[in-house]
C-alpha cells in the first residue's frame, strides 16, 4: 500500500455495502485506488449486529446508522489509505451532509462459532436524514445491495436534477414527492 504518514499511518478498514462494491457502478473507483496501491481487498464481510440497508432517491443505497433495527448486511472490506479514503469521502459526500462515515463491527465468517469482530468503518446516511428514509422504506430493509436493487440505479450524469443537488433529492424523497 502506498506510503501513509501521520495518524494515518495504517490502512483503515473500509465496508463497502453498495455501489462501490465488485461488479456495481461505483467500483471504478474502488479499482482504480486498488491499481494505485491505496485500497486493498479483504474480502466479503457481514455486519455483527443488524442494521437497516434502503434504497432511496435514484437507487442510491444507504446503510442506517439504527443498530438492532434491520438485518445484517453484507458486503466487502477493504483496507484504505489516507489518499484512498479521502477519495471516498469525497465520492461519498461526507463534506455536504450526504452519508457520514462511522464505526461498526463485521464478522468474516458468521456461522462459525467464535468468529472474532473486526472494527471497521462504513459510510451511513447521514444523520440528518437516516431514521426518515428507514421510515419512508416502511422500516423494511435488505440483507445486501445487489444486481436487482442496482437496477433501479440512476447514474449521476443521468439523474433529472432541475437545479436540485442530492441533499436536495433526498429531503423530497423522504418526504414522499
Known amino acids: 500500500m502506498a506510503d501513509i504518514s501521520g495518524d494515518d499511518s495504517k490502512p483503515h478498514l473500509i465496508f463497502s455495502y453498495g ?3 465488485q461488479g456495481f457502478h461505483k467500483h471504478k473507483l474502488t479499482k482504480e485506488l486498488i491499481s494505485q496501491n491505496d485500497a486493498v481487498f479483504i474480502g466479503p464481510y457481514i455486519t455483527r449486529h ?3 440497508l434502503v434504497c432511496g432517491p435514484h437507487g442510491l443505497p444507504y446503510l442506517i446508522n439504527l443498530p438492532g433495527s434491520g438485518r445484517r448486511i453484507r458486503g466487502e472490506l477493504y483496507a484504505v489509505s489516507a489518499v484512498g479514503l479521502a477519495r471516498f469521502d469525497d465520492l461519498e459526500g461526507t463534506s455536504i451532509g450526504h452519508y457520514e462515515r462511522l464505526r461498526l463491527q463485521l464478522l468474516v465468517n458468521a456461522d462459525k462459532d467464535g468468529a472474532v469482530p473486526v472494527d471497521a468503518e462504513a459510510y451511513f446516511a447521514h ?4 431514521e426518515a428514509m428507514w421510515e419512508r422504506n416502511g422500516k423494511e430493509g435488505l440483507t445486501e445491495f445487489t444486481e436487482n436493487e442496482a437496477k433501479r440505479y440512476v447514474k449521476r450524469q443521468d439523474r433529472p436534477h432541475q437545479g436540485r443537488n442530492i441533499i436536495e433529492d433526498v429531503r423530497r424523497f423522504v418526504n414522499g414527492e
Do not use: D, E, Q, V
Request: aromatic share 20%; glycine share 10%; net charge positive.
Open 19 to 21: 455501489t462501490l462494491k
Open 50 to 52: 443488524a442494521y437497516p
Open 127 to 130: 444523520r440528518s436524514f437516516g
